[in-house]
């Protein structure tokens, strides 16, 4: 029963709002600044600094920042040592421009560039063998059968590990002289073993498995609550399994599934862990985040590591938008039991 | 017969993808475990000898027990900041209507939603010009951009689940406002708060992004520690990196099971609607 709001109340909500909007509105409106900002170079790649009236050039030779004066277009003779300037950041800012530069260049440099092919070839295979590993569990423990407990907490259990673990326990399972690759040559499918640790397919596997316990754990309560009535109903009217599955399963249960389907592919396009742990993130596993964190620890380029993640947070929205369209193909309505 | 033959064939696919499954979450479990006390283990199907060795000589290695007690500081903090911030914001959000409600519910479930680097990258850029970087307080300040949505998320379905008429009863029978929320609002909360509690703890333990973008040396936690190993990891022998996931293991497992079996508990003590 829900009641209407008096005046007090809205002071509860404060608690909450304003943590949030200091901490994520703010930053979100400062990474704004970030993505739109570059820093300038001189002729020979190295930042010029600035307090409001002179800029400071750096002269390697004699390794000071030369005092320079942008009215009269000289130096004015008074050098600084690189530790004053870069020690006191309240009073020698860094000279940047405004302007489109950094879009400009994740698009036109390669190894920006890759990351979102890179991105996609993992998480769109790794999403559809998820969604059909998980529903097909799903759909097979909806009824209640013998050790449907253990065997739903199981299926979860790599939600509980994460994938910091999931990652670790592949170096052991997937090595080559691993209990993958042994069993697949004691039952003679292989000769030699398969390398699937620090390569694409080792990303995919430690995705795979992550994701399709956390789709699970959605699908299956969807599933559950399908009236089993309406399944009875075209059986008697003469349906097989395999329609009654197509024809009233599946279409009644899509929207649903397809909304969790989306949050969990919307979470996975920022992979991390697994692509540096059993990828390879050099080459074929160097995604978003991979790039994002190069920037931000080893560059200490802020403005590009902010840029990467802007266009990770707009794959994801594009990813929203097809999935939200291909949703409302299927009828949206109520396929659960009135209990 | 053929009745039963055709039913066992149309599970057999079900069967066989469920196995499947779960062969590989077991056998990434198990060959940690068993990694970790074991000395050398290539290409046989169980460790040709046992040992304490790794699992010791982790411990002091990876200076195990600081990065818990640094864990420990930092998520209890976050964790109870969050929850002081969330649990009055849940119940409005739960049990009142308004006209902006809808609107503020996407606003709290936004920083769950979008990548941790879109809010880490400009909060550390922040944080290291004011000095709050690397700090306890900055990586708990961090942390709570996530604790209190996602705490939110867990909690109000308890809170919605909970029937207003009974607080109306209490008062109509004499009891006065203090005595409703401390006698009749509460103790229906305690399931629903412990459960967010824990899962929240578990979450904020096992981030990497943020703390990995706003901490420093002093304040990295066990998950940071882990990561790092892992990924920089080139003289360490596989069975210390076990040893080191194990220590990781423990507390995620112990924090979850603990959510299951407080779960059942509370149930059978406050019950449940």
Redesign the interface.
């Known amino acids: 029963?829900?009641?209407?709001?008096k005046k007090g109340?809205?002071l509860?909500?404060?608690?909450?709002?304003i943590?949030?909007t200091i901490?994520?509105i703010l930053?979100?409106l400062?990474?704004l600044s970030?993505i739109f900002t570059t820093p300038v170079y001189d002729e020979l790649g190295k930042e010029i600094y600035s307090d409001s009236n002179y800029e400071y050039h750096y002269k390697g030779e004699i390794n000071r920042y030369r005092q320079y004066n942008p009215e009269t277009n000289e130096y004015t003779g008074n050098d600084l040592r690189p530790y004053d300037i870069k020690s006191r950041?309240e009073i020698y800012k860094q000279v940047k421009t405004w302007g489109f530069q950094n879009i400009k260049t994740f698009f036109m440099t390669k190894r920006y560039r890759v990351t979102i092919l890179n991105t996609f070839r993992l998480v769109i295979p790794a999403s559809l063998v998820q969604f059909l590993?998980a529903f097909?569990?799903a759909?097979?423990?909806r009824k209640k059968i013998r050790g449907k407990f253990f065997?739903t907490t199981?299926?979860i259990?790599?939600l509980?590990?994460?994938s910091?673990?999931?990652?670790?326990?592949?170096?052991?399972?997937f090595r080559t002289?691993?209990?993958?690759n042994?069993f697949l040559l004691k039952v003679g499918l292989i000769e030699n073993p398969i390398v699937i640790l620090y390569t694409y397919w080792g990303t995919f596997?430690a995705i795979t498995?992550g994701g399709?316990a956390f789709l699970f754990s959605g699908f299956l309560a969807i599933c559950e609550q399908f009236d089993p009535n309406l399944e009875v109903a075209a059986l008697t009217l003469g349906a097989n399994?395999f329609k009654t599955f197509l024809l009233i399963f599946l279409p009644l249960t899509m929207p649903s599934l397809l909304g969790i389907f989306s949050?969990g592919t919307?979470l996975m396009?920022?992979l991390?862990?697994s692509a540096?742990?059993v990828g390879d993130p050099v080459n074929t596993t160097r995604v978003?985040?991979v790039a994002?964190?190069e920037e931000?620890q080893q560059a200490f380029n802020?403005n590009m590591?902010?840029t990467?993640?802007?266009v990770?947070?707009l794959s994801?929205v594009v990813v929203l938008i097809v999935l939200g369209r291909i949703r409302r193909l299927f009828y949206i309505g109520f396929g659960g039991t009135f209990k | 017969m053929n009745k039963q033959i055709n039913k066992f064939l149309?599970?057999l696919?079900?069967?066989m993808?469920?196995s499947l499954?779960?062969l590989?979450?077991?056998?990434?479990?198990v060959?940690?475990v068993?990694?970790a006390f074991s000395h050398s283990?290539?290409?046989t199907?169980l460790p040709s000898d046992w040992t304490f060795y790794n699992i010791m000589h982790a411990w002091s290695f990876y200076e195990i027990g600081r990065y818990y007690i640094v864990s420990l500081k930092i998520v209890v903090m976050a964790t109870f900041l969050s929850l002081?911030?969330?649990i009055?914001?849940?119940?409005?959000?739960a049990?009142?209507?308004?006209a902006i409600k809808g609107l503020?519910e996407k606003?709290?479930k936004?920083?769950i939603?979008?990548?941790?680097?879109?809010?880490g990258?400009?909060?550390?850029?922040?944080f290291y010009?004011i000095g709050l970087a690397e700090t306890y307080a900055g990586v708990v300040?961090?942390l709570?951009?996530i604790g209190?949505?996602f705490g939110?998320s867990i909690m109000i379905p308890f809170m919605e689940a909970m029937?207003?008429?009974v607080e109306i009863a209490a008062q109509t029978l004499g009891a006065n406002k203090l005595v409703v929320i401390t006698r009749i609002v509460i103790p229906q909360l305690i399931p629903g708060i412990t459960t967010t509690l824990i899962n929240v703890f578990?979450r904020l333990f096992?981030n990497?992004?943020l703390v990995?973008?706003l901490g420093g040396p002093g304040t990295y936690t066990l998950?940071i520690k882990?990561?790092s190993t892992?990924?920089n990891a080139r003289s360490e022998s596989?069975g210390l990196?076990?040893a080191l996931?194990v220590y990781?293991?423990i507390p995620?497992?112990g924090f979850?099971s603990l959510s299951l079996v407080l779960q059942n508990v509370l149930k059978k003590r406050f019950g449940s609607k």
Do not use: H
Request: aromatic share 14%; net charge neutral.
């Open positions: 029963m829900e009641q209407q709001i109340d809205y509860l909500l404060l608690p909450s709002a943590p949030i901490l994520f930053p979100l400062y990474s970030l950041s590993l097909s569990m759909y097979y423990l065997l199981m299926i259990f790599p509980t590990l994460g910091l673990i999931i990652a670790s326990g592949m170096t052991n399972l002289s691993g209990w993958f042994l596997i498995i399709t399994r949050l919307v396009l920022g991390y862990p540096v742990l978003f985040a994002a964190f931000f802020y590591a902010a990467v993640s802007l990770l947070t994801q | 149309v599970d696919p079900f069967i993808i469920i499954f779960l590989t979450v077991m056998g990434i479990t060959t940690v068993l990694g283990w290539v290409g199907v002081v911030c969330a009055p914001t849940g119940y409005i959000l049990r009142k209507n308004f503020l606003f709290f936004l920083p939603l979008l990548p941790e680097l879109l809010i990258i400009p909060l550390a850029s922040l010009s300040l961090v709570m951009v209190i949505p939110l029937d207003s008429r578990v096992a990497y992004a990995l973008l998950t882990v990561f892992l990924a596989q990196l076990n996931t990781y293991m995620m497992l979850t």
